[in-house]
């Protein structure tokens, strides 16, 4: 997405999704503001997380993940999204 990423992980015991989203915003930011020329605050300070509950809970997800760039108007079908899931998915 333009202005927003949605990731759908499972936590393994070593790290905190607070330490994942972290080290992610951490690399992603000086990388980006290396690439636009450019420095300080890229992403919101705070993030959004939602506990999968059970297997429907985390299909829904993934299902309204895969299909936000539809919604979007940037692509016709989940798959064309060159940096989701849905284009390794089975036909």
């Known amino acids: ?5 949605h990731v759908v992980v499972e936590i393994v015991d070593r790290y905190s999704l607070t330490e994942i989203v972290g080290s ?6 000086k990388r980006a ?3 636009i020329g450019r ?6 300070a705070d993030y959004f997380d939602r506990f999968m509950r059970d297997e429907g809970h985390l299909a829904r997800t993934i299902n309204y993940v895969e ?3 539809i919604k979007a108007g940037l692509v016709a079908v989940a798959p064309e999204w060159p940096w989701g899931s849905a284009r390794f998915r089975d036909s």
Do not use: I
């Open 1 to 5: 997405m333009p202005n927003h990423v």
């Open 24 to 29: 992610w915003k951490s690399f992603t930011a």
């Open 33 to 35: 503001n290396g690439l």
């Open 39 to 44: 420095s300080g605050t890229f992403w919101h």
């Open 67 to 69: 299909s936000n760039p």
